[in-house]
């Protein structure tokens, strides 16, 4: 048998099943219009929040050894409770704010907040608490529970943290150290 020229053997069953062919396109017409319709939103925002979604970076967490110091004075008082205010050196630079709250005759529990610049670190903190004349005493442990900018997700705990307070005058000086993560 001769071939005409321009026939070709073609079966049955891939005619209308082609990317030309009126079938697919019907279809296509319909998934489109179904989708523009809003009868499937989410399948249509699928594609687009993918093909939108900035790509996600991996932030490696770092470990950062803290050595601090502050000289605080004091900003507020109700009964036993002190807040104080100063400037906390060391590591991390910036204003330092402290709640001590003498919770016993020989304990005291603590919230401390550093502000360096555009960030904050937040820790609470337990100690003994001894008086000795003018003078009364603290020492203890602390964990930093919350950070904020540069220290966002920052955690800590069994970091010590000690200090003097004048009785008369409210001035405190802290000391800090430990390690915490990013």
Same mark, same amino acid.
Request: net charge positive; charged share 15%; hydrophobic share 35%.
């Given at each position: 048998?001769?071939?005409?020229?321009?026939?070709?053997?073609?079966?049955?069953?891939?005619?209308?099943?082609?990317?030309?062919?009126?079938?697919?396109?019907?279809?296509?017409?319909?998934?489109?219009?179904?989708?523009?319709?809003?009868?499937?939103?989410?399948?249509?925002?699928?594609?687009?929040?993918?093909?939108?979604?900035?790509?996600?970076?991996?932030?490696?967490?770092?470990?950062?050894?803290?050595?601090?110091?502050?000289?605080?004075?004091?900003?507020?008082?109700?009964?036993?409770?002190?807040?104080?205010? #100063? &400037? %906390? +050196?060391?590591?991390?630079? !910036?204003?330092?704010?402290?709640?001590?709250?003498?919770? *016993?005759?020989? /304990?005291? =529990?603590?919230?401390?907040?550093?502000?360096?610049?555009?960030?904050?670190?937040?820790?609470? #903190? &337990? %100690? +003994?608490?001894?008086?000795? !004349?003018?003078?009364?005493?603290?020492?203890?442990?602390? *964990?930093?529970? /919350?950070? =904020?900018?540069?220290?966002?997700?920052?955690?800590?705990?069994?970091?010590?943290?000690?200090?003097?307070?004048?009785?008369?005058?409210?001035?405190?000086?802290?000391?800090?150290?430990?390690?915490?993560?990013?």
């Amino acid at each position: 048998m001769t071939r005409k020229a321009g026939s070709s053997d073609v079966s049955r069953s891939s005619i209308g099943a082609g990317p030309h062919s009126g079938r697919f396109r019907a279809r296509a017409a319909l998934v489109a219009g179904i989708m523009s319709a809003g009868v499937f939103p989410g399948i249509a925002l699928v594609g687009v929040a993918a093909s939108n979604a900035a790509p996600s970076k991996a932030v490696a967490a770092r470990t950062i050894t803290l050595h601090e110091s502050g000289q605080l004075h004091r900003t507020g008082h109700s009964g036993l409770k002190l807040n104080e205010q #100063g &400037s %906390a +050196s060391g590591t991390i630079r !910036g204003t330092i704010y402290i709640h001590l709250d003498v919770v *016993s005759p020989n /304990r005291v =529990t603590t919230e401390i907040s550093i502000y360096p610049r555009g960030s904050s670190l937040t820790g609470t #903190g &337990s %100690a +003994s608490y001894h008086v000795n !004349g003018g003078t009364a005493s603290f020492s203890g442990t602390m *964990s930093i529970d /919350r950070g =904020t900018g540069t220290y966002a997700g920052a955690r800590g705990s069994g970091l010590k943290f000690s200090g003097t307070i004048q009785r008369l005058s409210g001035a405190v000086s802290v000391h800090l150290s430990g390690s915490m993560s990013t």
